[in-house]
């Protein structure tokens, strides 16, 4: 009987054991701190989850523990409000010595090449911060070249993460780490920037093949998907704004063919023989109620002598819209597309353009000092069109 027990005890603790699931461990020590709790944090993409928590001996050193991971993710250490972040692959020990009180920045980091680099870069991304403050700061420089010197540090400091650590090994969590680093609040790299979606597009391509079943992964995938579609769009709507800017100046008169407020489609060349002002609008800016009453002035003053206005308004809520051009005598259309405002390389609004008697574009707002005098003008010679 008691051989029996003896090996029913040793089953149960045989069990016991092969029940336990691997474990990783962040331990070291803190110099000047002691009897003090520090946290272990998992950085999820649902937001910060706590893994462990351990109290600081005497001696300044910790031990925190966390369940391994599938795939490489990214923890934290948390003492008061300064983060050291940490990089796991998998059951790997890292040992972390720092000093405070500025642990953030006095710490070495050992048995961890992810955590080695993700401190690299931490630190890297603290100077940034520094130098853009030092630049914005700097009274010798006018407000251009505050511009100008920060985009340029910026832009470096990108090309240099991407060859360093990025494109370096884009499989690995600090690889990842570097992707999503940010300056004031926003991402470095930006989905929207041609350039930067290669990178997105290399740790993607690298998470896919080597990582496949990380939410991670999944999050990159999505990012990067969207980011392409992004640039492609831009990359159209720029192309489009050049041939459009380039048409207006050789061709003349761009038609346009737009709703009005009971859904009646609206020319340009149905206005032959009038003068327009072609009229680029949003009643959702502050300015509208004034323009709209410069505008008004304008079309009594002018309009039985030829004058005609076409609005085209490009909010984006279609029944506010109709809302503010119910009570207007004016051709009011609607494009929330804003591809009309494309083909005649409008970049802000409002903005306006005179169409002589003939169907001809005369002149956009830049062009015209008084757009009154020039109304006039083309009012009294409906041949004269500007070359």
Same mark, same amino acid.
């Given at each position: 009987?008691?051989?029996?027990?003896?090996?029913? *005890?040793?089953?149960?603790?045989?069990?016991?054991?092969?029940?336990?699931? @691997?474990?990783?461990?962040?331990?070291?020590?803190?110099?000047?701190?002691?009897?003090?709790?520090?946290?272990?944090?998992?950085?999820?993409?649902? +937001?910060?989850?706590?893994? !462990?928590? $351990?109290?600081?001996?005497? !001696?300044?050193?910790?031990?925190?523990?966390?369940?391994?991971?599938?795939?490489? &993710? /990214?923890?934290?250490?948390?003492?008061?409000?300064?983060?050291?972040? =940490?990089?796991?692959?998998? #059951?790997?020990?890292?040992?972390?010595? $720092?000093? $405070?009180?500025?642990?953030?920045?006095?710490?070495?980091?050992?048995?961890?090449?992810?955590?080695?680099?993700?401190?690299?870069?931490?630190?890297?991304?603290?100077?940034?911060?520094?130098?853009?403050?030092?630049?914005?700061?700097?009274?010798?420089?006018?407000? &251009?070249?505050?511009? =100008?010197?920060?985009?340029?540090?910026?832009?470096?400091?990108?090309?240099?993460?991407?060859? !360093?650590?990025?494109?370096?090994?884009?499989?690995?969590?600090?690889?990842?780490?570097?992707?999503?680093? #940010? *300056?004031?609040?926003?991402?470095?790299?930006?989905?929207?920037?041609?350039?930067?979606?290669?990178?997105?597009?290399?740790?993607?391509?690298?998470?896919?093949?080597?990582?496949? &079943?990380?939410?991670?992964?999944?999050?990159?995938?999505? #990012?990067?998907?969207?980011?392409?579609?992004?640039?492609?769009?831009?990359?159209?709507?720029?192309?489009?704004? %050049?041939?459009?800017?380039?048409? =207006?100046?050789? #061709?003349?008169?761009?038609?346009?063919?737009?709703? !009005?407020?009971? +859904?009646?489609?609206?020319? *340009?060349?149905?206005?032959?023989?009038?003068?327009? /002002? *072609?009229?680029?609008?949003?009643?959702?800016?502050?300015?509208?109620?004034?323009?709209?009453?410069?505008?008004?002035?304008?079309? %009594?003053?002018?309009?039985?002598? +030829?004058?005609?206005?076409?609005?085209? +308004?490009?909010?984006?809520?279609?029944?506010?819209?109709?809302?503010?051009? &119910?009570?207007?005598?004016?051709?009011? =259309?609607?494009? @929330?597309?804003?591809?009309?405002?494309?083909?005649?390389?409008?970049?802000?609004?409002?903005?306006?353009?005179?169409?002589?008697?003939?169907?001809?574009?005369?002149?956009?707002?830049?062009?015209?000092?008084?757009?009154?005098?020039?109304?006039?003008?083309?009012?009294?010679?409906?041949?004269?069109?500007?070359?």
């Amino acid at each position: 009987m008691k051989k029996i027990a003896i090996t029913a *005890l040793a089953a149960l603790v045989f069990a016991a054991c092969s029940d336990q699931k @691997p474990t990783f461990t962040v331990e070291g020590t803190i110099d000047g701190v002691k009897d003090t709790t520090i946290y272990l944090y998992n950085n999820a993409l649902s +937001g910060a989850v706590k893994v !462990d928590s $351990a109290k600081i001996g005497e !001696d300044g050193t910790f031990t925190l523990k966390g369940e391994a991971p599938k795939d490489p &993710e /990214l923890y934290c250490i948390n003492l008061g409000n300064q983060i050291i972040y =940490v990089g796991i692959d998998s #059951t790997e020990t890292v040992t972390i010595h $720092a000093k $405070a009180p500025n642990i953030a920045r006095d710490y070495e980091v050992e048995g961890s090449v992810n955590t080695q680099k993700i401190k690299e870069l931490s630190l890297k991304q603290q100077d940034l911060r520094a130098r853009v403050i030092a630049i914005q700061n700097n009274l010798d420089l006018s407000r &251009e070249q505050i511009t =100008v010197a920060l985009q340029q540090l910026v832009d470096a400091y990108k090309v240099k993460i991407a060859n !360093d650590y990025i494109y370096e090994n884009p499989a690995s969590i600090y690889a990842y780490f570097a992707l999503f680093q #940010t *300056l004031g609040g926003y991402n470095l790299f930006d989905r929207s920037n041609q350039q930067d979606v290669r990178a997105f597009a290399a740790v993607a391509t690298s998470w896919d093949t080597f990582h496949p &079943e990380s939410e991670r992964t999944k999050h990159l995938h999505n #990012t990067t998907l969207k980011g392409m579609n992004d640039t492609r769009q831009q990359a159209a709507r720029e192309m489009m704004a %050049a041939e459009a800017a380039t048409k =207006v100046e050789t #061709t003349g008169l761009i038609e346009l063919e737009l709703p !009005d407020v009971s +859904g009646k489609t609206r020319t *340009l060349t149905e206005l032959n023989g009038k003068v327009v /002002l *072609l009229d680029f609008h949003m009643f959702g800016m502050k300015e509208s109620a004034a323009r709209i009453l410069s505008l008004r002035d304008l079309y %009594a003053k002018y309009h039985a002598q +030829g004058l005609e206005i076409y609005q085209v +308004g490009l909010d984006e809520n279609e029944h506010f819209w109709k809302q503010q051009t &119910e009570t207007l005598p004016w051709i009011c =259309v609607y494009d @929330p597309s804003a591809q009309s405002a494309l083909h005649y390389n409008v970049q802000n609004v409002p903005e306006y353009f005179l169409i002589d008697r003939n169907s001809q574009l005369y002149k956009r707002s830049t062009q015209m000092k008084d757009v009154e005098a020039e109304i006039r003008t083309l009012l009294a010679n409906p041949t004269n069109s500007a070359k």
